[in-house]
T-cell receptor
Framework: DTAVSQTPKYLVTQMGNDKSIKCEQNLGHDTMYWYKQDSKKFLKIMFS???????INETVPNRFSPKSPDKAHLNLHINSLELGDSAVYFC???????????????FGSGTRLTVV | QKEVEQDPGPLSVPEGAIVSLNCTYSNSAFQYFMWYRQYSRKGPELLMYTYSSGNKEDGRFTAQVDKSSKYISLFIRDSQPSDSATYLC????????????FGSGTKLNVKP
């Protein structure tokens, strides 16, 4: 299946822990993203990588660090987790530039992070 | 003020009704507009996109953009229970759409 897959789907962890979320896409897209969706369903971009290069880095605590080993993978590492980090984190991919607009983003199914 | 405002709903309609979903925005530089549908516990999926002002139709769905009013709409005709989901609008300034701003979504419930 062609898709954006992210793991794990659910993550429950204690405050202060460090955790990682992995994302892979097999669509051949050149751009990948991390979005955070809060309890009110507000979806906000965190990071964007194009061909392994960081191109968008929104105002996100530096406890969040993305890593893109190749253009098909974009992982998110979170240090010293806080209660306010609880949210659903979505990975997405797109083909940037001309011709890509009609396809928009392809989102993964999300990772539901709960910090206790 | 958020870049994109969207009424969270929920909006509850009977099957077969015409549904109107709307977003307003503040940035007059936005040119690319998209609508996504998100089912519970799933990622958003692209429904429609439009460029600049005007209408676009795809089956039971019609997207409208009124740039002068900074207002976009999604109409769903003959709504079905399977349309029950959260609908998010998204918009961007440039052709390179690396940075889209999303509304917070409107939850729609279509009752059989």
């Amino acid at each position: 299946d062609t898709a954006v897959s992210q793991t794990p789907k659910y993550l429950v962890t204690q405050m202060g822990n460090d955790k990682s979320i992995k994302c892979e896409q097999n669509l051949g897209h050149d751009t990948m993203y991390w979005y955070k969706q809060d309890s009110k369903k507000f979806l906000k971009i965190m990071f964007s990588y194009n061909n392994k290069e960081l191109i968008i880095n929104e105002t996100v605590p530096n406890r969040f660090s993305p890593k893109s080993p190749d253009k098909a993978h974009l992982n998110l590492h979170i240090n010293s987790l806080e209660l306010g980090d609880s949210a659903v984190y979505f990975c997405a991919s797109s083909q940037g530039g001309r011709g890509g607009i009609s396809h928009g983003y392809t989102f993964g199914s999300g990772t539901r992070l709960t910090v206790v | 003020q958020k870049e994109v405002e969207q009424d969270p709903g929920p909006l509850s309609v009977p099957e077969g009704a015409i549904v109107s979903l709307n977003c307003t925005y503040s940035n007059s530089a936005f040119q690319y507009f998209m609508w996504y549908r998100q089912y519970s516990r799933k990622g958003p999926e692209l429904l429609m996109y439009t460029y600049s002002s005007g209408n676009k139709e795809d089956g039971r769905f019609t997207a409208q953009v009124d740039k002068s009013s900074k207002y976009i709409s999604l109409f769903i005709r003959d709504s079905q229970p399977s349309d029950s989901a959260t609908y998010l609008c998204a918009m961007s300034e440039g052709y390179n759409f690396n940075k889209f701003y999303f509304g917070s979504g409107t939850k729609l419930n279509v009752k059989p």
